[in-house]
């Protein structure tokens, strides 16, 4: 029968649609790294310094914001959040800290710590006096390299924050969000198959600038793609069986949808 052909939409859809960068695999070897690296920063720091050991809990506050700085803080075990007041006096999370991270890099410029630090989980924070660190770089140059790489980290961790509130949708914040946790993990050389989140969704919310309903949709949306698990009632634990996965399903919410010309 003569007449225009109608055409094959399936195949024009993939044509016209833009190529997308294949999601970068989960570097292992890269994770192994990390996770030794951080394992060798503590045993420096134990060996240099013999900071005091403080074992916290899920709600204890190792600082409080206007208190005066005189310690440094890095994680041996557990989390933390760290909080601070917004100008309409309800409270904003504004990181997250794992084992290895440093706590207290706001104090050193005005003399007082800028936010809280709340953790939200038992685990042991090692105190490291600020002045006898700084004295003690002056005879441990690797010491001075480690905190400079903290607070080099610190910078890039707080502008990917930034840029992912500012540019991202909803569902693929938390996707990433999701991302950056358990890759966290991985580079502490934890299990990131399954994984309790240890903020409540309001909380997630509250650090990705959405709504408590926001974040359980997105969550929702997660797991109908087959990309999370929920493990449980509370749903705090899930399954992640792909973290390649999770960056693919950023990608897919950034590519734009095709048009037919």
């Not at 109608?6 to 649609?17: E, F, M, T, Y």
């Not at 409080?64 to 005189?70: H, T």
């Not at 042991?124 to 607070?151: G, K, N, Q």
């Not at 399903?249 to 734009?256: D, E, G, H, I, K």
Request: aromatic share 6%; with cysteine.
């Amino acid at each position: 029968m003569g007449g225009t052909a109608i055409p094959d939409v399936p195949n024009l859809l993939r044509a016209v649609a833009p190529s997308m960068p294949r999601a970068p695999k989960t570097d292992h070897r890269a994770n192994q790294r990390a996770s030794e690296h951080i394992a060798d920063t503590l045993r420096l720091l134990g060996d240099a310094l013999a900071p005091q050991r403080r074992m916290v809990h899920a709600g204890d506050v190792i600082y409080q914001a206007g208190e005066r700085f005189g310690n440094l803080y890095i994680l041996n075990s557990g989390f933390f959040k760290i909080v601070t007041l917004s100008p309409d006096g309800r409270e904003q999370v504004v990181g997250l800290k794992f084992r290895g991270d440093w706590l207290g890099f706001d104090g050193i410029a005005d003399g007082r710590y800028a936010c809280d630090a709340i953790a939200m989980d038992t685990g042991e924070a090692w105190v490291i006096s600020y002045d006898a660190l700084l004295a003690a770089c002056a005879f441990r140059p690797a010491l001075l390299t480690v905190l400079h790489e903290a607070m080099s980290r610190e910078i890039a961790r707080d502008r990917d924050c930034l840029m992912s509130v500012c540019t991202l949708p909803a569902d693929a914040r938390v996707a990433e969000f999701l991302r950056h946790w358990a890759d966290s993990l991985a580079s502490r050389g934890m299990r990131t198959d399954q994984i309790t989140l240890r903020m409540t969704r309001a909380e997630i919310g509250n650090y990705l600038g959405m709504t408590l309903e926001t974040v359980s949709r997105a969550l929702s949306k997660l797991a109908r793609d087959k990309v999370i698990e929920f493990v449980e009632k509370g749903r705090r634990e899930m399954r992640i069986a792909d973290l390649d996965a999770l960056t693919t399903f950023v990608q897919r919410c950034l590519a734009p949808v095709p048009t037919l010309q």
